[in-house]
């Protein structure tokens, strides 16, 4: 299945779709492969505006010339969405991508009509800056060729992990889909606080963000665990040792854990109540 040969169709082209797109034009896709509908006006001019493309009025018709429909709406949205493009689907075999949080293959497929392949993706918000992380899963009827297109479509807006089960999707959720907001909060505390001893607010954030940035950067590029690269710079009897006996006192890998099965479970009872008919 070559690329360039193909069409792919976003349902939705709002703050996802349009990255997406956006990443997968600035990869060298060609503008007249990429259709998005969007019954939102606004978000009509905003992809015209930020990506040049015209968006279609109907995602049913869009459906009819396209290889792959990407699904990029809110969840509540998912089922009517799909009643617009199932014949398509059904008729012409398609690759279906969701995005959307939340909702299992299983309801998809079921309020597609069955026997589609299917691949969900869970991205983040840093997509939004092309420093996504994105877990994905395929059901049994997705071909090597349609997870390679699922992959690529996904790569455009940072990096990409597959899971074996689909279960995984949530704790993805928990780790990587709502870890933007635990590192923000780490961000927005350490920062209040150094204003607090006396930094300007300006000065504290800089040297926040870049400190959060450069702990990233470093880690990413080191062949070292996080564990390790923190002991080296944990001098004894030094300041970060002082600060570590704080946090560990107050049991912060632990709360962080309970963070993490707190919101794995509520992602789960999220997909039986956004599965119901
Ligand atoms: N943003 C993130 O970082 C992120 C991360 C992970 C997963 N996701 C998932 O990505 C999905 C999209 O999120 P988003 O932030 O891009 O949402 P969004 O900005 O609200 O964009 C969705 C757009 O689709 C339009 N729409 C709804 N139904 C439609 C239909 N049947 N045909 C054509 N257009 C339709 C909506 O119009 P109206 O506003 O008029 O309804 C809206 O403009 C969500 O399911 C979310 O769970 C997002």
Avoid at 13 to 39: K, Y
Avoid at 49 to 68: I, N, P, Y
Avoid at 114 to 121: E, F, H, K, T, Y
Avoid at 237 to 254: F, H, K, S, W, Y
């Amino acid at each position: 299945m070559a690329t360039k040969e193909l069409n792919i169709g976003f349902v939705g082209g709002g703050n996802m779709g349009r990255s997406l797109a956006g990443g997968l034009l600035e990869n060298g896709w060609a503008p007249e492969q990429i259709l998005i509908a969007e019954h939102n006006p606004d978000q009509r001019e905003a992809v015209l505006r930020l990506l040049g493309l015209a968006c279609e009025q109907s995602s049913a018709t869009m459906a009819a010339k396209v290889d792959v429909l990407v699904l990029a709406i809110k969840p509540q949205d998912l089922k009517s969405a799909i009643e617009e493009i199932a014949a398509s689907a059904q008729q012409r075999k398609l690759l279906v991508l969701s995005i959307v949080a939340g909702v299992r293959e299983q309801d998809i497929q079921r309020w597609l009509g069955g026997g589609l392949a299917i691949v969900r993706a869970m991205p983040n918000t840093p997509a939004l800056v092309g420093s996504g992380a994105t877990g994905l899963y395929a059901n049994a009827l997705v071909s090597e060729p349609q997870r390679d297109l699922a992959e690529s479509i996904l790569r455009a807006v940072g990096i990409t992990v597959w899971l074996d089960e689909e279960s995984l999707l949530d704790v993805v959720t928990a780790l990587s889909g709502s870890g933007p907001a635990y590192y923000l909060m780490v961000m927005e505390a350490l920062e209040k606080a150094a204003v607090a001893q006396g930094l300007t607010p300006a000065t504290a954030r800089l040297l926040t963000l870049e400190t959060a940035y450069g702990t990233a950067k470093m880690a990413l590029e080191s062949r070292e665990e996080p564990a390790q690269l923190r002991r080296r710079v944990t001098s004894p009897g030094g300041t970060t040792e002082r600060a570590i006996d704080v946090l560990n006192q107050g049991d912060m890998p632990g709360l962080l854990a309970k963070a993490l099965t707190a919101a794995t479970t509520r992602s789960r009872e999220l997909a039986e109540l956004l599965g119901q008919d």
